[in-house]
């Protein structure tokens, strides 16, 4: 079975220190991709990042940066110094064949 | 910009009522989705669209129907509303069913029924 576990629901963190958020998947596949979704306030969603299950390499972009470990089946964002512009709901997601499978999201709140 | 257009961007029905959510993208894609965002959920895939002249269920489709009406536009129909549905609804598009790239999403239909 395909699934994405966000286990933190809400975190709150103090403006300039850095958080990771969480993301375990599981799935039987060999290829598959993950995704990483923001979704501010204003309820978009924006797109984050992609990784496919050949790459591990870590990536950085900014103050963002996300660990993909197939060892352990997770891939978890972290952001450096955070910001109130940070403040918002992440999702992680896991593509495989034709789903889209999504996790509860992780609700971050950067206090100023 | 391109993208996906959903609208209307709130709405309110009394139960029982029908309503339509409209979604439209520019970029040319084959596949589209809806998607229902509920607390404690994460999102849930409601209908899907391989390619134009296709529609299939997802995780929960009960009490909606859709309709794939060309390339662009995919249509959200709940033809008596109940409260249950109460909702915020997102339309995504990618460039086909098993594209690697994520989904474009709409900016989202926040829903009451009361």
């Known amino acids: 079975a395909q699934k994405v576990t966000q286990a933190q629901t809400e975190i709150s963190v103090v403006e300039k220190e850095d958080v990771t958020l969480d993301c375990v998947y599981e799935t039987r596949d060999t290829t598959y991709y993950l995704f990483w979704y923001k979704q501010p306030p204003s309820g978009e969603l924006v797109f984050l990042i992609r990784?496919?299950?050949?790459?591990?390499q870590n990536e950085i972009s900014g103050r963002y940066s996300w660990n993909f470990q197939k060892s352990t089946s997770s891939f978890n964002f972290t952001i450096t110094a955070s910001q109130v512009v940070d403040s918002a709901v992440y999702f992680c997601?896991?593509?495989?064949?034709?789903?889209?499978?999504f996790g509860t999201g992780t609700s971050l709140t950067v206090i100023p | 910009n391109a993208g996906v257009t959903q609208t209307p961007k709130f709405q309110v029905l009394k139960t029982g009522q029908s309503m339509t959510l409209q979604c439209a993208q520019d970029?040319?894609?084959?596949?589209m989705y809806w998607y229902r965002q509920d607390p404690g959920m994460g999102l849930r895939l409601i209908y899907y669209?391989?390619?134009?002249?296709?529609?299939d269920k997802g995780e929960v489709p009960n009490g909606y129907n859709v309709s794939r009406l060309n390339k662009r536009e995919f249509s959200l129909r709940l033809e008596s509303a109940a409260p249950s549905q109460t909702s915020v609804y997102f339309c995504?598009?990618?460039?086909?069913?098993?594209?690697?790239?994520?989904?474009?999403f709409g900016s989202g239909t926040r829903l009451t029924v009361v």
């Open positions: 997601a896991l593509k495989s064949g034709n789903q889209f499978y």
């Open positions: 990784r496919n299950s050949f790459d591990e």
């Open positions: 995504a598009s990618s460039v086909h069913l098993t594209s690697s790239s994520g989904y474009t």
């Open positions: 970029m040319n894609h084959n596949s």
């Open positions: 669209s391989a390619s134009e002249g296709t529609t």
